[in-house]
């Protein structure tokens, strides 16, 4: 008796092509943080995790299939000047607080138990999945928006008035949620 021959999917070359550049993404795209005056005083510690952590979550979003590259690390990086503008709602602390206790799990760090949040509700975990999910997209769009640029520069494109450039607008998910 014989195997039946498996005819497995061959790869693209348009998925290498996406792989790969979600790759290089996760070490060149700019970090999204949420607008305020802030956002110069996030830790040089955490903007140093986030490209490792980023390129653990394209490994692990090609191989499971599902979901977006953005770590807790890059959604707490987000949230931080959020942080120093005033107090948050219940929720946003909760998310916070969740972020902040994977960050410190990521580097191995112990967190004390008063500050422990390890789990959400489905709720709250639908919520952080919006917020990484809008930081993947505004991630994106300023990787498609510096290649485009780089593409006019290329081609010789002078005329200044006709294309230029805006910087990139980072709005929240809901207005009522940061």
């Not at 590259?69 to 005033?86: K, T």
């Not at 799990?105 to 975990?125: C, G, H, I, S």
Request: hydrophobic share 35%; glycine share 4%; net charge negative.
């Amino acid at each position: 008796m014989t195997l039946p021959e498996l005819q497995l999917k061959q790869p693209s070359k348009r998925d290498d092509d996406g792989w790969i550049e979600n790759l290089c993404g996760a070490l060149t795209d700019p970090i999204i943080v949420y607008p305020s005056p802030w956002q110069e005083d996030i830790p040089e510690d955490l903007k140093k995790q986030i490209p490792l952590e980023r390129m653990i979550m394209n490994i692990k979003v090609e191989h499971e299939g599902k979901g977006v590259p953005v770590g807790d690390v890059e959604a707490l990086v987000y949230m931080f000047p959020r942080s120093m503008e005033g107090p948050f709602t219940d929720q946003q602390q909760r998310l916070y607080m969740y972020c902040f206790n994977k960050a410190m799990q990521f580097r191995q760090n112990e967190v004390p138990a008063d500050l422990k949040q390890e789990t959400l509700t489905d709720y709250d975990m639908r919520q952080l999945d919006d917020l990484k999910r809008f930081i993947w997209n505004s991630r994106v769009k300023a990787r498609k928006a510096k290649v485009r640029g780089e593409r006019i520069a290329a081609a010789g494109e002078t005329k200044q008035a006709k294309h230029e450039t805006k910087e990139l607008e980072v709005k929240t998910v809901q207005p009522s949620f940061f």
